[in-house]
């Protein structure tokens, strides 16, 4: 009695086992891979499914969800030979579970080398200023060229965004002395063209400066002449006015030579006698 009792239980715990392996249910957003004895057999879709227990297994199970792959961040060499730090982050699906499985041993790993490996060579044949400015196209090429690998690998890669890209520290380093440098060259420009216009204005100055002087002293010229021209033709022939214009202003300017604080000597020419003589002698009696 005890003893059938016990094989029932154990009859009874054997199927219970049975049909526990025998059904599955697959959540929304993942396929499953069934082998039967170590050879893909089905794919379980999402859902009640059933297989044969002990000789089906579930190998594997891949989500069909959009996965977030983090590119790590790697320093790349451009074409003239700067170094800039780059990472991305892509979004792929699996649309093919058997390919992603079986045709690569880790898909997700796989897709990430990938995209690293042709970041670099897409970076490598650009200048540092055209890397750093088109993000744009290097995510369109970056794209372009890992897609048809991860269609062999039952991958679909739905984006790819270029998270940062920056110049390396040493390279930033370098690149702040060259833009003080340039500042300081434009700076000097500056003070050179400033100097420059500068001493033009001045020489433009001094040049009107002369002109002007050059023509007052034409002006005082003509004054002048025109002057002496209207004195001759008063006097015509009669030196007598003249020459007593003359003499007053001979001695007028020694009397002031000799008032002057600095006038310690006077001299006086030799025939002043003469002179003043010869100019009284001129004047007529009343």
């Not at 392996?21 to 929304?28: H, L």
């Not at 009640?48 to 199970?61: A, E, H, M, N, Q």
Request: glycine content about 4%; charged content about 25%; hydrophobic content about 45%.
């Amino acid at each position: 009695m005890i003893g059938t009792t016990i094989t029932s239980f154990v009859f009874l715990a054997f199927v219970v086992l049975t049909i526990a392996k025998g059904v599955r249910i697959v959540p929304q957003g993942e396929e499953w891979i069934v082998q039967r004895l170590g050879k893909y057999r089905v794919t379980l879709l999402p859902g009640l499914r059933f297989i044969i227990p002990y000789f089906d297994t579930v190998s594997y199970k891949v989500t069909t969800k959009d996965i977030i792959l983090d590119v790590q961040e790697q320093e790349v060499i451009t074409r003239d030979n700067a170094v800039i730090v780059v990472n991305a982050i892509a979004f792929i699906k699996v649309t093919d579970p058997v390919k992603a499985v079986y045709g690569v041993e880790d898909y997700a790993e796989a897709i990430r080398n990938m995209i690293m490996t042709t970041l670099r060579s897409i970076v490598g044949e650009m200048e540092l200023d055209h890397a750093l400015s088109s993000r744009d196209m290097i995510k369109a090429r970056l794209k372009a060229g890992v897609a048809d690998e991860a269609l062999d690998w039952g991958l679909t890669v739905k984006s790819v965004e270029i998270q940062d890209i920056k110049p390396s520290e040493s390279m930033q380093r370098a690149m702040e002395m060259q833009a003080s440098a340039e500042r300081e060259r434009k700076a000097m420009v500056t003070r050179a063209e400033g100097e420059k216009q500068s001493m033009i204005l001045s020489a433009e100055a001094r040049l009107e400066s002369a002109k002007r002087d050059a023509e007052a002293q034409i002006m005082l010229a003509d004054a002048s002449s025109q002057a002496i021209t209207k004195v001759t033709s008063s006097f015509g022939e009669n030196e007598l006015p003249m020459l007593y214009l003359l003499g007053e202003k001979y001695i007028a300017s020694m009397g002031k030579l000799a008032e002057s604080d600095n006038a310690k000597i006077v001299l006086l020419p030799a025939d002043l006698q003469n002179t003043l003589r010869g100019l009284f002698q001129k004047i007529p009696k009343a």
